[in-house]
């Protein structure tokens, strides 16, 4: 996990959940995967949209680099995870959003969040929408 990582981490867990910088107001979670390769417990922090009835979606946007970040493909190979929520824990299976589930996700969090536009913009791949739905 890098230094940004970790601070983040950090300042979420003494915080309740709230962060300063650049996720300060937004909604942030910490999504605990497990690795894909190597079977090993990661903690990703992340903004996410609540979707309704639990469910959450959370965005594979790597900061428009054109490659999808870690967690995506953790996440893919054991969809089994958990996520901090503010200072609850919770428990999702989560599941790549089907396209046309997708659109509608996605284009709701670039309307609230215009950087994940940016983020579209800067790479070729189609930036992955992932839905946690509660277990």
Do not use: C
């Amino acid at each position: 996990m890098n230094d940004w990582n970790t601070h983040v981490i950090e300042e979420f867990r003494a915080n309740a959940g709230q962060v300063g910088g650049h996720f300060a107001g937004e909604p942030l979670l910490l999504l605990h995967t497990t690795g894909a390769r190597t079977g090993e417990p990661r903690v990703s922090p992340m903004m996410y949209q609540d979707l309704g009835d639990g469910r959450l979606a959370v965005f594979g946007s790597f900061a428009g680099r054109d490659v999808h970040p870690a967690w995506f493909h953790n996440l893919v190979a054991h969809p089994e995870v958990s996520a901090e929520i503010g200072s609850a824990t919770r428990t999702f299976t989560a599941r790549v959003a089907d396209p046309e589930e997708r659109r509608a996700i996605w284009e709701r969090q670039k309307q609230a969040y215009p950087r994940f536009a940016e983020y579209e913009q800067k790479t070729d791949r189609e930036i992955p929408v992932v839905v946690l739905e509660p277990r």
